[in-house]
C-alpha cells in the first residue's frame, strides 16, 4: 500500500480514503446537493450558527464542460472583436507607458493611451481578420464555456459532523 494514503477514520460513519497532497484530508460527506445554491446555503446556516465552517469544503462532482454557441463568427464580428481586444489592450499599455513619464505623468498617460487604443484597435483588427481567414471556416461560430457539476457536496472534517449535523437540524 502506498505511503501517502490512509485508509479508514474511525470516527466516521462512511470510509475516508486521502492522500497527503489532497486539501480534503480527513473530511467526510455532510450534505450533497443538485445545486451550488443550496450547497452554499447549507455553509452559510453553519456559518451563521458559529460552527467553523474553516473545517468545511464544497466540493463538485461529475463535472462537464457546456459550451453554449452565441451566434455566427463572420469577418465583420472577427474585425470587431479584434478592435475592441485590440483597443483595450492599446489603451492599457499606453497608459502605463505614460505614467512611467515623470515630467507629466497625467496629459503624457492619456496622450499615450488615446494613441494606444487607436494602435491597438488596428493592430488587433488585422490579427483577427488573419485569424479568421487562416481558421479556413473550420469554427464559423462564437460562444461561451462554462463548468457545471451535477452534484455539489459540503464536506465536513470527521470529528465535526455531528456538529453539523446538530447545528443543520436546529434550524
Known amino acids: 500500500m502506498d505511503s501517502n494514503l490512509s485508509t479508514l477514520n474511525t470516527q466516521a460513519a462512511e470510509p475516508v480514503v486521502?492522500?497527503?497532497?489532497?486539501p480534503q484530508v480527513g473530511k467526510?460527506?455532510?450534505?450533497?446537493?443538485?445545486?451550488?445554491?443550496?450547497?452554499?446555503?447549507?455553509?452559510?446556516?453553519?456559518?451563521?450558527?458559529?460552527?467553523?465552517?474553516?473545517?468545511?469544503?464544497?466540493?463538485?462532482?461529475?463535472?462537464?464542460?457546456?459550451?453554449?454557441?452565441?451566434?455566427?463568427?463572420?469577418n465583420w464580428r472577427a474585425f470587431f472583436n479584434g478592435a475592441v481586444s485590440g483597443a483595450f489592450t492599446g489603451a492599457f499599455i499606453g497608459f502605463l507607458m505614460g505614467i512611467l513619464n515623470l515630467?507629466?505623468?497625467?496629459?503624457?498617460?492619456?496622450?499615450?493611451?488615446?494613441?494606444?487604443?487607436?494602435l491597438g484597435a488596428f493592430v488587433g483588427a488585422v490579427l483577427a481578420l488573419i485569424g479568421y481567414s487562416l481558421s479556413g471556416g473550420k469554427?464559423?461560430?462564437?460562444?461561451?464555456?462554462?463548468?457545471?457539476?451535477?452534484?455539489?457536496?459540503?464536506?465536513v472534517e470527521a470529528n465535526l459532523k455531528a456538529q453539523a449535523e446538530t447545528v443543520l437540524a436546529q434550524n
Open 18 to 22: 486521502t492522500t497527503n497532497d489532497n
Open 28 to 74: 467526510v460527506l455532510l450534505a450533497s446537493y443538485d445545486s451550488y445554491e443550496k450547497a452554499q446555503f447549507t455553509v452559510d446556516k453553519l456559518s451563521d450558527n458559529n460552527f467553523p465552517v474553516k473545517s468545511t469544503a464544497i466540493v463538485a462532482e461529475d463535472l462537464k464542460m457546456v459550451e453554449q454557441v452565441t451566434g455566427r463568427l463572420t
Open 103 to 118: 515630467f507629466q505623468p497625467v496629459i503624457s498617460a492619456a496622450v499615450l493611451a488615446f494613441y494606444g487604443l487607436a
Open 139 to 155: 469554427r464559423d461560430f462564437t460562444s461561451l464555456k462554462r463548468l457545471e457539476a451535477n452534484r455539489y457536496n459540503v464536506m
